[in-house]
T-cell receptor, first 115, second 114 residues
Framework: DAGVTQSPTHLIKTRGQQVTLRCSPKSGHDTVSWYQQALGQGPQFIFQYYEEEERQRGNFPDRFSGHQFPNYSSELNVNALLLGDSALYLC??????????????FGPGTRLTVT | AQSVAQPEDQVNVAEGNPLTVKCTYSVSGNPYLFWYVQYPNRGLQFLLKYITGDNLVKGSYGFEAEFNKSQTSFHLKKPSALVSDSALYFCAVSPETGANNLFFGTGTRLTVIP
């Protein structure tokens, strides 16, 4: 049973560019959440997708957007990259957006470096 | 608003000794509380959660946590530390209402000394 997978593992981008990160949830899970973990910090919630819709959003600008596909996989897009966007981006999957508190299963993350 | 505080950036303990990693929380309503562990270059692994009921929660790898409502704390404990327990530990809270998103503390690095 595959866990949460993320691609790519590492990514280097230049300021102003755009990036797309991908996530496949754990088998049987229908909800995907994205988190940003800056160096030395705890993960911060970006947004959550359920039934192909953004259900809840953290305190992140509109440059951060996402999408969920019918197979429950998800993408995180970041436009107009800033140096401060450099971080580990974690995807987490769970079952049921509106029925907390299922534990979330995290992928290994994508390390984004903006130069 | 909800928040989590982990007052210790670093905890050192000798192998075989009991360990405690501290966490306090602030949330409206009843809290859902979690502990996760992160190994180098890895994602977060779920250890345990408190929803309701018994204040002592048992989790993976011999860890347990004690919920204390009056002190708004959820400390992680283990009776006998192993060198392999050395990692970064995160406490997280999810509000009672709303989607199942987590608010994390800043983490505590646990080092178990052989």
């Amino acid at each position: 049973d595959a866990g949460v997978t993320q691609s790519p593992t590492h990514l280097i981008k230049t300021r102003g560019q755009q990036v797309t990160l991908r996530c496949s949830p754990k088998s049987g899970h229908d909800t995907v959440s994205w988190y940003q973990q800056a160096l030395g910090q705890g993960p911060q919630f970006i947004f959550q997708y359920y039934e192909e819709e953004e259900r809840q959003r953290g305190n992140f600008p509109d440059r951060f957007s996402g999408h969920q596909f019918p197979n429950y996989s998800s993408e995180l897009n970041v436009n107009a990259l800033l140096l401060g966007d450099s971080a580990l981006y974690l995807c987490a999957s769970s079952f049921g957006s509106l029925a907390p508190p299922y534990e979330q299963y995290f992928g290994p993350g994508t390390r984004l470096t903006v130069t | 608003a909800q928040s989590v505080a982990q007052p210790e950036d670093q905890v050192n303990v000798a192998e075989g000794n009991p360990l405690t990693v501290k966490c306090t929380y602030s949330v409206s309503g009843n809290p859902y509380l979690f502990w996760y562990v992160q190994y180098p270059n890895r994602g977060l692994q779920f250890l345990l959660k408190y929803i309701t009921g018994d204040n002592l929660v048992k989790g993976s790898y011999g860890f347990e946590a004690e919920f204390n409502k009056s002190q708004t704390s959820f400390h992680l404990k283990k009776p006998s530390a192993l060198v392999s327990d050395s990692a970064l530990y995160f406490c997280a809270v999810s509000p009672e209402t709303g989607a199942n998103n987590l608010f994390f503390g800043t983490g505590t690095r646990l080092t178990v000394i052989p």
